[in-house]
């Protein structure tokens, strides 16, 4: 940190980053302070997509809130589709065989290797490399089309239900999906070559804006940021939900908090992910994919719920308060990103500018997600 | 134990209502109810005992008076004497990394004068959340910051999530 931004001179200047920028990665500002290119302020300003999905909640069946959850994080919807489908089962006390919970537990780590594929080639753009972007883009791609056949789309999914999934796998989808992971794993340690060993991309992260584990507390940030300042905090294992007891995988926890670490982290979560398809479908078993009987009409009893799940940007949760209508009586959406984003302005201050965007890039935000 | 520690922590508190709760059928191991202004105190316990925050949010209970709502059937005895007239309610839901015990810390307020006490002092990542909670329910937050709207557009002054809000 320079002198400067602990003692600011009296030459500092707001500069507006976004609402419309490359690395903001969507429609959001950060109003900076600025003294020379040090960071003396930096203020985030949230809204420009707002759409309130909490009150749209309020007005609409249960199963009709269900498309929505795909377009709160668009990268990782089906983890939000896992939550969103898990509170309300919890709630009406809907129990779900047994081949629907392990294609849940699929899906769901396969959307989360696409998503961390596309963080990570966005992130290397941000910081001038435009190469590792058309690689990671074409790994997506085989996911995508992996998904497409199973889901019926390729980004904001609405596969699973109350009770079960929309529609079993096809006979494709195993060899597809296993294909896949002999693919990915060759591609691993072609990223790390080109990406992580690369001297220019580590001299911009490594050291670069360390974020404490007492910082992730005071801001509730969770997910590979937590993971990434030495918490071992990961809601498939601390809480555990669906059929991820039965799974054997690692959490990555990287102790030095910073940038690089965050990186370092995603990229052994895909690792971890591709041991969780692996191994589920190796167990898949045979059976139905709906429970049997699932009300039309969803009531669950009065009271409040929460239910909480690991989406690839940290733990989302839901609280559901139910009045025993057919429509919530509230729904809070407790977003990743808006907490992971909250502690920018604390961690951002002294930055040179440039490695604070290289932050932002490492916090991996998806700005409909913060925004709702 | 966590749970333990924590629940007789807050218990300690004067208006504090501690019930333990189901976690598989809930989702949380502990409901809290305290008096508004015993908020900061009990954000501050939990503090000490390293929980982190994970988020707040608001409920309106517009019309309960007339119809009990959903939390207070079944839990009346556990619950702090409600205000005569209708309510709002704050829960601040609280986590551990660690160990795992989740707290739901609740609080009532009338509808006419929703003001309680910030924690924003106390947990920095409070500060959004609660500007969130003004801006959809118009709950005022004293001491804090900048109440300023957070996801609304800067000039709103209305509140969506109240439940009589007509667009």
């Not at chain 1, 909640?57 to 959850?69: D, K």
């Not at chain 1, 509170?87 to 065989?97: D, F, L, T, Y």
């Not at chain 2, 709502?69 to 986590?95: C, K, M």
Request: with cysteine; proline share 7%; glycine share 8%.
């Amino acid at each position: 940190m320079s002198d400067l931004a602990v003692d600011p001179s009296c030459e500092t200047f707001v500069l507006n980053m976004g609402p419309q920028h490359p690395a903001t990665h969507g429609a959001l500002r950060i109003k900076l302070v600025l003294d020379g290119e040090y960071i003396v302020e930096a203020e985030p300003v949230l809204g420009y997509i707002h759409r309130m999905h909490e009150k749209m909640g309020e007005n609409r069946s249960y199963l009709a809130f269900m498309p929505n959850t795909g377009r709160l994080d668009y990268l990782s919807a089906l983890s939000y589709n896992h939550g969103y489908v898990s509170v309300v089962e919890r709630a009406a006390g809907i129990a779900i065989p047994e081949r629907a919970e392990y294609l849940r537990v699929i899906t769901v780590e396969l959307n989360r290797i696409s998503s961390h594929l596309l963080w990570l080639g966005a992130f290397v753009l941000d910081l001038g490399g435009f190469t590792p972007l058309l690689y990671t883009m074409d790994d997506r791609e085989q996911l995508l089309d992996l998904l497409e056949s199973v889901t019926g789309s390729r980004l904001t999914y609405c596969y699973f239900r109350f009770g079960g999934l929309y529609n079993d796998v096809d006979d494709n989808f195993g060899p597809g999906a296993r294909a896949f992971i002999k693919r990915m794993r060759r591609r691993l340690p072609m990223y790390h070559k080109l990406i992580s060993k690369n001297v220019i991309f580590r001299q911009r992260l490594e050291g670069i804006a360390p974020v404490s584990a007492e910082m992730c507390r005071k801001y509730g940030a969770t997910g590979p940021v937590a993971r990434g300042s030495g918490i071992a905090y990961d809601v498939r294992k601390h809480e555990p939900y669906s059929v991820y007891p039965e799974f054997n995988f690692d959490i990555p926890v990287y102790e030095q908090g910073d940038s690089m670490a965050r990186y370092l982290i995603r990229m052994d979560e895909i690792e971890q992910s591709l041991r969780i398809v692996e191994q589920g479908l190796d167990k898949l078993p045979p059976g139905p994919i709906m429970a049997v009987k699932v009300p039309k009409i969803i009531k669950p009893p009065k009271g409040d719920y929460y239910m909480a799940v690991e989406a690839a940007r940290g733990s989302f949760g839901i609280r559901l308060v139910s009045d025993g209508s057919a429509t919530p009586y509230r729904l809070k959406l407790r977003s990743p990103c808006l907490s992971n984003l909250s502690l920018f302005g604390e961690a951002a201050r002294g930055l040179l500018l440039p490695d604070a965007v290289a932050f932002f890039g490492s916090l991996d935000l998806v700005i409909p997600d913060i925004d709702r | 134990m966590k749970k333990l520690a924590i629940s007789q922590a807050l218990a300690a508190l004067a208006s504090a209502r501690v019930l333990e709760c189901d976690h598989a059928s809930r989702g949380f191991h502990l409901s809290v109810a305290v008096a508004p202004l015993e908020l900061p105190a009990a954000a501050k316990i939990l503090d000490q005992q390293g929980f982190f925050i994970e988020a707040i949010t608001g409920v309106d209970w517009l019309g309960e008076q007339a119809a009990p709502g959903p939390t207070v059937a079944d839990q009346a005895e556990h619950q702090p004497p409600l205000p005569s007239e209708d309510s709002f309610e704050v829960v601040y839901d609280f986590n551990h990394f660690a160990k795992l015990c989740r707290v739901a810390l609740r609080t009532r307020m009338p509808r006419s004068r929703p003001e309680i006490p910030t924690i924003s002092a106390i947990y920095p990542g409070a500060n959004w959340h609660e500007r969130e909670t003004h801006d959809f329910f118009g709950i005022i937050f004293s001491d804090h910051p900048d109440l300023s709207p957070l996801l609304l557009p800067e000039d709103a002054d209305f509140h969506p999530l109240c439940k009589d809000y007509k667009p």
